[in-house]
């Protein structure tokens, strides 16, 4: 196993190197760039545009521009925003405890609900309460965040008062635990309701293949109980599909939830990452993208790993 995840280590640097210069290009052939804000700056000359290209380095070629950017990059120096005139990774450290205080609820929320609740569905197929989730899980899959979210503030914010409208915390107020319990329940709760439907069909659809198998009817010829037969021997191995579409969510804890965070005003990564792209702010685009490149190649790796544990007869040479 240790060999398998050098040698999946070491295949992921060409790859991410890859991932990088096409996001590059595909970033530099956007029209306007950061400099759009000034050239409609009134008073500004020509002049003045050359000095900035030449300030942020601008005017140099392209692939000198994506050597300077890499080298600095890979050394810790992810450069300044362009628009912010701040560096990019104090920017990045300064949103990220707050993605990962949102992601992270609800991540463990959504784990701890999809687990029981496709598994009963699953073991109780065709009743009242499978067709009542199945019927819930379609409708907020097919719910758009956005609406969603606004929905949820129109509901519990503006008619019933009950909950805060947006950002982290009530302004001008210590840090108060209750306060910042108030202003998560709502973004915490829009993300999470999308993402639950998706996990509980996915593990519904996985626990009804794995109860129709042989070693089942096995195990319940032996004498087993229903219970430990469910839980030690099905789920372990219909956990398979959850297990790629959990590790596959791990650059969210990252890089959030653009649209939601955004809806809410909370002050976290995916919405520093909404205003970088909105202003075309280079340095700020390229290293959330890096990471959550590199994220996404850290979770298929880690879905690999836990398939083995989860399947006995999978081994990696």
Same mark, same amino acid.
């Given at each position: ?107 463990? %929320?959504?784990?701890?609900? $999809? +687990? #029981?609740?496709? @598994? &009963?569905? =699953?073991?109780?197929?065709?009743? *009242?309460?499978?067709? /009542? ?100 021997? %099905?789920?372990?191995?219909? $956990? +398979? #599909?959850?297990? @790629? &579409?959990? =590790?596959?969510?791990?650059?969210? *804890?990252?890089?959030? /939830? ?60």
């Amino acid at each position: 196993m240790g060999r398998y995840v050098l040698r999946r280590l070491v295949q992921s640097v060409p790859l991410l190197l890859g991932i990088s210069v096409i996001v590059f290009a595909i970033l530099k052939a956007v029209p306007g760039g950061p400099l759009a804000l000034y050239e409609s700056t009134p008073g500004i000359t020509d002049e003045d545009i050359r000095r900035l290209e030449h300030s942020f380095g601008l005017d140099q070629p392209l692939p000198v521009q994506y050597v300077t950017w890499l080298g600095k990059f890979v050394t810790g120096d992810w450069g300044y925003s362009l628009v912010q005139h701040q560096p990019v990774l104090s920017l990045i450290l300064e949103r990220l405890p707050n993605t990962l205080y949102l992601m992270g609820t609800v991540f463990v %929320a959504v784990l701890i609900l $999809a +687990i #029981p609740i496709g @598994t &009963i569905t =699953a073991v109780r197929q065709y009743s *009242l309460l499978d067709h /009542a989730v199945t019927g819930a899980t379609f409708a907020f899959l097919s719910t758009p965040t956005f609406w969603l979210g606004l929905l949820l503030i129109i509901v519990f914010g503006l008619d019933l008062r009950w909950l805060p409208l947006g950002g982290m915390a009530t302004a001008g107020l210590p840090f108060d635990l209750g306060d910042r319990i108030r202003h998560l329940i709502l973004p915490a709760t829009t993300i999470a309701l999308v993402q639950l439907g998706a996990r509980v069909r996915y593990l519904r659809a996985s626990m009804l293949e794995t109860i129709g198998l042989d070693y089942m009817r096995t195990a319940r010829a032996k004498g087993l109980a229903e219970s430990a037969i469910v839980i030690r021997h %099905a789920l372990k191995n219909a $956990a +398979i #599909p959850l297990v @790629t &579409i959990i =590790a596959l969510d791990i650059p969210e *804890l990252f890089i959030g /939830a653009l649209v939601t965070e955004q809806i809410f005003g909370w002050p976290g990564i995916g919405r520093l990452f909404w205003d970088a792209a909105t202003r075309t702010d280079y340095p700020i685009l390229m290293a959330v993208l890096a990471v959550s490149s590199a994220l996404v190649i850290l979770g298929n790796l880690i879905a690999d790993v836990a398939y083995g544990y989860l399947d006995p007869r999978i081994r990696y040479a």
